[in-house]
C-alpha cells in the first residue's frame, strides 16, 4: 500500500507538471502571436503570456518543489484564464494540471525523502 501511494503521487506530480507546461506554452504561443494593435488587447495579451509562463513555473514546481502550492497556483492561474480566455483548451489544460498537483500533494506521504532532490 506504501509503494502504490508512493508511485500515484510521482504519476500526479509528473501529469500535473505535463499538463501545465503544454497549457502554459500554448497560451503564451497564443498570446504572442495574436494580431490586433488596441490597448485593451495589447493589456489582455501582456496579461495573458505573463498567466502562461506563471502556469510553466507552476508546473515547475509541482515537479520539484513544493507540489501543493504549485498546484494551487496553476488551478488559480486556470480559473484567471478560463475567464479571460473564454474556456480555452490550454486554460482548461492549466487547470487540470493544478488539480492534478493538488490531488498529487494529498496522496503524497509526508516523510517521503525521495520526492526531495
Avoid: Q
Avoid at 495579451?45 to 502550492?69: C, E, H, K, S
Avoid at 475567464?83 to 490550454?90: G, H, M, R, Y
Amino acid at each position: 500500500m506504501g509503494i502504490a501511494s508512493k508511485v500515484f503521487a510521482k504519476i500526479f506530480g509528473i501529469a500535473g507538471f505535463l499538463l501545465a507546461l503544454i497549457g502554459g506554452a500554448l497560451i503564451g504561443y497564443s498570446a504572442l502571436t495574436a494580431s490586433g494593435h488596441s490597448i485593451t488587447e495589447l493589456a489582455t495579451r501582456g496579461i495573458d503570456a505573463l498567466l502562461g509562463l506563471g502556469a510553466i513555473v507552476a508546473g515547475i514546481m509541482m515537479y520539484t518543489g513544493p507540489m501543493r502550492f504549485g498546484g494551487m497556483l496553476a488551478v488559480l492561474g486556470g480559473i484567471i484564464l478560463l475567464v479571460l480566455t473564454s474556456f480555452a483548451t490550454p486554460a482548461i489544460l492549466v487547470f487540470a494540471g493544478g488539480i492534478l498537483g493538488i490531488i498529487g500533494a494529498a496522496v503524497k506521504p509526508a516523510w517521503w525523502k525521495f520526492w526531495k532532490r
